[in-house]
C-alpha cells in the first residue's frame, strides 16, 4: 500500500474521531477552563469549586496523558501496518481494533472527569459551560470555514465536475 493510501486511511480515522468527539453534547472547554478568569466570572466559580475541580481532574489528567499516548502509538501502528509489504489485511484491522480500543479508553477516562466536574458545578452553571462549549464550537466551525486547511483545500480542487 502506497504512503499516500495510508496518509489517507489515517487521515479518515482522525477525522471521523474528531467528528465523533465533537458531537459529543456532554463536554467542556479544553484545559483547566475553572482558572480562566473570563470563564470562572461566567460561571460565577467559588473558591471551593475551583478547589474541588482541580482535585477532582488531577488523577484523570494524568491517566489521559498515557491514554493519548496509547492512542498516538496505535495510531503509528496502524500507519506501519497499512504500509508494510507485503500487505497484510488481517494485521491492519487488528491494528485499528486497537486504535478503536485505545480511543474508547481515552474517551471513557474523559467521561469520567466530566461527571465529576458536572457534580461539583450547579445546574445554573453547568448550563452557561454548556453554552460556552457551543459558542467555541461554532466560533471554530466558523474558522474552519474562512481558512480552509490543507487536506480540505486538496478536496476542494479535486473535487469531480
Known sequence: MS?????????VVLVVGAGVASAEPFSALPG???ERPRVAAQLNL??????????ATYPHA???IDLKASVEK?????????????????KTRMAFSVLQLARQRLESQRFEMLLK???ILDT???????????ERR????????????????RLQQRRWN
Open 74 to 90: 496505535a495510531t503509528l501502528d496502524l500507519q506501519a501496518a497499512s504500509d508494510a509489504v507485503p500487505f497484510d489485511v488481517e
Open 138 to 153: 461554532d466560533e471554530g466551525a466558523a474558522d474552519a470555514e474562512a481558512t480552509p486547511g490543507p487536506l480540505q483545500k
Open 62 to 64: 494524568r491517566a489521559m
Open 32 to 34: 483547566k477552563w475553572w
Open 124 to 134: 445554573e452553571q453547568w448550563k452557561r459551560l454548556q453554552a460556552l462549549v457551543r
Open 117 to 119: 466536574v458536572r457534580g
Open 3 to 11: 504512503g499516500r493510501v495510508t496518509k489517507v486511511l489515517v487521515g
Open 46 to 55: 467559588t473558591p471551593d469549586q475551583v478547589a474541588k475541580l482541580n482535585e
